[in-house]
C-alpha cells in the first residue's frame, strides 16, 4: 500500500519552513526523511511519535499524516 503523505508535508512546510528542519528536529537525515515521504522506506513508530510531538498532532491524527492510501 503506497501512502499520500501530501497532508503531512503541509504540516512540515507550516511548523517547520523545509523538510531539512524537520529531519533535523526528529533526528533522521534528510535523506531518510525523503526515502520515508517518498514511499521508498517506512516510517518507524520512534519517527511517527518523534514527528507527531513536533508538528504539535493529535495521536488521534496519526492516520490521517501517516496512513491515507495513495488514490
Known sequence: ???DY???????KE???T?????????IGRVSLSQRLTGKLD???????????????DKSE???YFFMEKV
Open 1 to 3: 500500500m503506497a501512502c
Open 6 to 12: 501530501s497532508k503531512l508535508r503541509g504540516k512540515i
Open 15 to 17: 511548523v517547520f519552513g
Open 19 to 27: 523538510q531539512d528542519a524537520f529531519a533535523e528536529a526528529i533526528g
Open 43 to 57: 516510517f518507524t513508530q520512534n519517527e511517527i511519535n518523534s514527528a507527531c510531538e513536533s508538528l504539535g498532532i
Open 62 to 64: 496519526i492516520p490521517i
